[in-house]
């Protein structure tokens, strides 16, 4: 049975979304990478990682 995603984790999900849809893809990345780390079985680790190859691509494009 899965744990339920704790609300520290959560929290963690959610800035990375934030930052990324504020477009630093940079400190976006870094979180959600933090909140692999955290919930290494999350269950939406597929969609996640999704958005880490989009920001990605999309930090380097600024650079």
Known sequence: MEKPIQPGQ???LNAALV???????ECAIREMKRY???VPVAPNARA??????????KADEQN
Do not use: K, S
């Open 19 to 25: 930052l990324g849809q504020m477009g630093d893809y």
């Open 36 to 38: 692999f780390v955290l």
């Open 48 to 57: 996640a990682l999704q958005r880490v190859y989009e920001w990605e691509h």
């Open 10 to 12: 959560l929290v963690t």
